[in-house]
């Protein structure tokens, strides 16, 4: 069975940090691109960061730049989000998608595009004061 499971979420100060995880099963990530995407309650869903497998491009939403680290570990099949110094505008339910038929160029277009091949079912994140 292809899937992606989110985990790494939670309840966290301004400031704080989280390390959101996206674990692969039943395929490689090692020829796919990774998207991690965000949604708030009445807004659209957003693209976050992404990285693709086969290039190492990886590309941050401005919002999170500076911010955020994308990194993925070939070993485990995850892709990693570090998110430091969190705002309360981070609050949102994070999903990662996964690229397979087209990981060179995912990364250019997947802000716009929003979309992906396989998806996670996401993990809260929330940031409070």
């Known amino acids: 069975q292809l899937q992606l499971v989110e985990s790494g979420g939670g309840l966290v100060q301004p400031g704080g940090s989280l390390r959101l995880s996206c674990i692969a099963s039943g395929f490689t990530l090692d020829y796919s691109a990774i998207g991690w995407f965000r949604q708030s309650p009445g807004k659209e869903r957003e693209g976050v960061s992404c990285i693709s497998s086969t290039t190492g491009f990886t590309h941050y939403s401005d919002p999170v730049k500076g911010r955020f680290t994308i990194s993925r570990d070939s070993a485990k099949n995850t892709v990693y989000l570090q998110m430091n110094r969190l705002k309360p505008e981070d609050t949102a339910v994070y999903y990662c998608?996964?690229?397979?038929?087209?990981?060179?160029?995912?990364?250019?277009?997947?802000?716009?595009?929003?979309?992906?091949?396989?998806w996670g079912r996401g993990t809260q994140v929330t940031v409070f004061s």
């Open positions: 998608a996964a690229e397979t038929s087209d990981a060179d160029s995912y990364c250019s277009t997947y802000d716009r595009s929003l979309k992906g091949d396989y």
